[in-house]
């Protein structure tokens, strides 16, 4: 089972830029697919990023694409989102999430089996 940390959230004045990253441990990090999600007040979690266990392969939401990229590093168990050209739309608890496969990941958060606790990233305007 695969614990997640996330870290690098803060407050952030519109058009700046930040950078999150997510370690894991207890799991072997290359065989999981992994993920960005994000959770406005009152809002749902809605998806941000995805990236392939072995990096060949991101998806990006709509919203972000452009401005944000996600990357990996398995030698050192950290998956990150550098968030470029922010908005004050982008406030939110920012969550790692990971599955154990293969496959290409999904967009859906119900996909996941393994989250963080959140980062919360504030944009101000």
């Known amino acids: 089972q695969v614990q997640l940390v996330e870290s690098g959230g803060g407050l952030v004045q519109a058009g700046g830029s930040l950078r999150l990253s997510c370690v894991a441990s207890?799991?072997?990090?290359?065989?999981?697919?992994m993920g960005w999600f994000r959770q406005a007040p009152g809002k749902e979690r809605e998806f941000v990023a995805a990236i392939k266990w072995s990096g060949t392969m991101t998806y990006y939401a709509d919203s972000v694409k452009g401005r944000f990229t996600i990357s990996r590093d398995n030698a050192k168990n950290t998956v990150s989102l550098q968030m470029n050209s922010l908005k004050p739309e982008d406030t939110a608890v920012y969550y790692c999430?990971?599955?154990?496969?293969?496959?290409?990941?999904?967009?859906?958060?119900?996909?996941?089996?393994?989250w963080g606790q959140g980062t919360q990233v504030t944009v101000s305007s």
């Open positions: 207890g799991g072997t990090f290359r065989n999981y697919a």
């Open positions: 999430a990971a599955r154990r496969t293969f496959s290409d990941p999904s967009t859906s958060s119900a996909w996941y089996n393994y």
